[in-house]
């Protein structure tokens, strides 16, 4: 069974970077946000507001969570909230961003090398 | 008399906007007067539309709407993209407003894709005012036949030139090529003519890497036979814009775009044929719907795709060939580039296709770089058929099925891949990806890997279906060699160099066979699907031209 990491024939450090960055990083950032949004609401006190958000972080991958840490948390700081949603949205944004635009465009004429 | 004016994206954007208003405004009203002005796309390689009217003070907006640099300048020199831009070149995404205030028609060309006397590759023209014009050769346009007239024109006996043999032939008849080399590029008019070599690989059309394309055709119910076409800049035998059309026992070797080569053009075949050594693909087949177009055992090799199929939807057959030694051996794709988007409907039975994408054997462009190491390839079409071809040592993938983001995102939907044999896959034997891939079945087939895992049990053909049916990590190193491909030196084959075919099998019957215009071509054919069995594996061991 191939990995669902191998790359295609060459390999590039550029599969790699589109591999975690467009294709991992979105998960680990659900998995993050989302175990951190659920420690919070362990701690909460009102039932229906635990019900209701958990199923907002669950059902509504990343900005379930993100919105949570954000607006909602109540025993995390709100630095350290800020700090890891805009931490996460960078590291994840940043070089997808990179990718994208180095990605993007004509390929060129079909002049060979 | 002809001024013209350089526009940037942002003004091009402001005349699609004043088009839309102009649109919109004009709904409900009885008369709507002519803007005068007409948007002519520069695609690759050709112009859309072709044939333009404008009235006296009317305008053309050229854009370079393909991935190359064009450029349009008139035969006459009266105009040019090059008096707007200051540089021969057109680069992708731009465009330039040419005037026209003085009656008349002016033909016009791109000079990287066309001859300068605006006859051959990508050309066009414009009819400015009530100037009447009449496509066609000198001759004006001639009613096709179906039947053959008897009478025979030979070259070089009665003709010096295949284009003097073709431009004096009338409907139905032959033409027949006798054995020698010919360094001519060849623009057919007449329609209902057979254009025939006396033997396959001896009469030889040469561009020398200097002509563009061996015999272009623009009449309807051409059918050519028997004869090679080599060294051309742009391609080997092509049609455009026809009804009706016929390529058998054909040769097609190192030619700098396609080998054998139908574009908006329905009913035809090509039929016992051979290409090799073409950056874009050996055989295409592009922007008809329905095609109503048949492969059957030709031979693709040494190309950037052995076919390529853009925007080719309906009634489209690739069968019993083989390709081999390719970027990649079999490509459906829809571009926004082309007309009638999506691809859909075209079934691809009992072909072998192997060793695709190794280093050093094909050649290729930039972009069937991206997508190279494939054996069959689904990119953005819909309701095709796969089955029963034997797909053996892809680079990546045997079979793949992903969308294409063009101008649109163009899924890919509906295939059917079925008792197919797809083993010794670099990476996946059987592989799904991008979003919005849904609505595939995978049945039948014989393979040993899938992207995702469980591609085939989860998606069969026949009861429920799992619907996340693809695996995003295909497009994520597809995305990945794009960055590659545009940010390093990529190393691609010089298509001048590829291997020569051994001799090639000539007509059956030869000089002497009977002559069958290309007319009703589809509706001849007997095609029988269900007889047709999967290739045996042993099949690969043999060189393709031995098969």
């Known amino acids: ?113 | 008399m002809l001024q013209s004016a350089r526009i940037g994206r942002s003004t091009r954007n402001l005349i699609c906007a004043l088009w839309l208003g102009l649109a919109l405004s004009g709904c409900g009203k009885s008369e709507v007067k002519p803007t005068g002005t007409v948007l002519v796309a520069m695609a690759d390689n050709s112009f859309s539309p072709a044939i333009n009217h404008v009235p006296v003070g009317g305008s053309i907006v050229f854009t370079n709407e393909g991935r190359n640099d064009h450029n349009a300048i008139a035969v006459d020199k009266s105009f040019s993209t090059e008096k707007t831009f200051g540089r021969i070149n057109m680069r992708p995404e731009d465009a330039a407003e040419i005037v026209f205030n003085k009656e008349g028609v002016y033909p016009f060309y791109c000079s990287f894709h066309a001859t300068p006397d605006g006859k051959v590759g990508m050309v066009g023209v414009v009819v400015v005012g009530n100037v009447e014009y009449t496509p066609g050769g000198a001759r004006g346009v001639l009613p096709p036949v179906e039947t053959a007239t008897g009478v025979t024109r030979r070259v070089p006996k009665d003709y010096p030139t295949i284009q003097n043999g073709v431009d004096a032939a009338n409907p139905g008849d032959l033409v027949l090529i006798d054995k020698g080399e010919y360094v001519e590029a060849v623009f057919v008019t007449t329609p209902s003519i057979t254009i025939r070599g006396v033997d396959r690989n001896e009469v030889i059309l040469d561009g020398k890497f200097q002509l563009s394309t061996g015999i272009m055709v623009g009449a309807n119910g051409v059918a050519i036979e028997n004869m090679t076409a080599r060294n051309f800049t742009l391609n080997g035998f092509y049609w455009t814009a026809v009804q009706g059309f016929r390529g058998s026992y054909l040769t097609a070797v190192n030619n700098g775009d396609y080998g054998i080569y139908a574009f908006g053009s329905t009913d035809g075949l090509f039929e016992h044929s051979y290409g090799s050594g073409s950056p874009d693909s050996s055989f295409y087949v592009g922007q008809c719907a329905p095609c109503r177009v048949v492969l059957d055992d030709v031979v693709g090799e040494y190309s950037g795709l052995g076919y390529s199929g853009t925007n080719s939807s309906g009634d489209m057959y690739i069968l019993n060939s083989r390709f081999s030694h390719n970027l990649s051996g079999i490509g459906t794709s829809t571009f926004d580039i082309e007309l009638v988007p999506p691809g859909r409907d075209t079934t691809i039975i009992g072909n072998i296709v192997n060793d695709s994408g190794f280093e050093n054997e094909a050649t290729g462009f930039f972009a069937s770089e991206t997508l190279a190491g494939t054996g069959i390839m689904l990119a953005g079409t819909n309701t095709n058929h796969v089955e029963r071809n034997l797909v053996v040592r892809s680079r990546n993938n045997g079979i793949l099925v992903v969308p294409l983001l063009d101008r649109h995102y163009w899924p890919a939907t509906g295939n059917v891949i079925r008792g197919n044999t797809v083993l010794e896959s670099g990476r996946a034997d059987l592989a799904a990806g991008g979003l919005g891939t849904i609505g595939n079945c995978f049945s039948g087939n014989t393979f040993r890997t899938s992207l995702p895992w469980g591609l085939q049990a989860l998606n069969g053909c026949s009861g429920a279906r799992v619907p996340l049916a693809s695996d995003l990590s295909v497009d994520m190193v597809f995305f990945g060699t794009l960055v590659q491909v545009r940010t390093t030196e990529v190393k691609i084959a010089d298509y001048r160099d590829r291997p020569k075919p051994p001799p090639q099998a000539n007509m059956p019957g030869g000089a002497d066979a009977p002559v069958h215009p290309a007319v009703h071509v589809f509706a001849g054919l007997k095609l029988n699907l269900d007889a047709i069995q999967t290739p045996p594996f042993a099949a690969v061991q043999k060189p393709a031209t031995e098969l």
């Not at chain 1, 191998?6 to 946000?33: D, K, T």
């Not at chain 1, 909602?72 to 990179?98: E, K």
């Open chain 1, 1 to 113: 069974m191939p990995s669902l990491f191998s790359f295609s024939s060459p390999a590039s450090v550029f599969q790699l970077w589109f591999v975690v960055y467009l294709y991992l990083a979105p998960f680990l950032l659900y998995a993050a946000w989302a175990a951190l949004a659920f420690m919070d609401l362990g701690e909460r006190k009102d039932t229906l507001g635990q019900i209701g958000w958990g199923c907002f972080v669950i059902l509504v991958p990343l900005v379930g969570g993100a919105s949570y840490l954000l607006s909602a948390a109540t025993t995390l700081r709100r630095l350290p909230r800020i700090a890891i949603v805009v931490t996460g949205l960078i590291v994840w944004l940043l070089p997808l961003t990179v990718g994208v635009w180095l990605a993007g465009g004509p390929l060129g004429p079909k002049a060979l090398t």
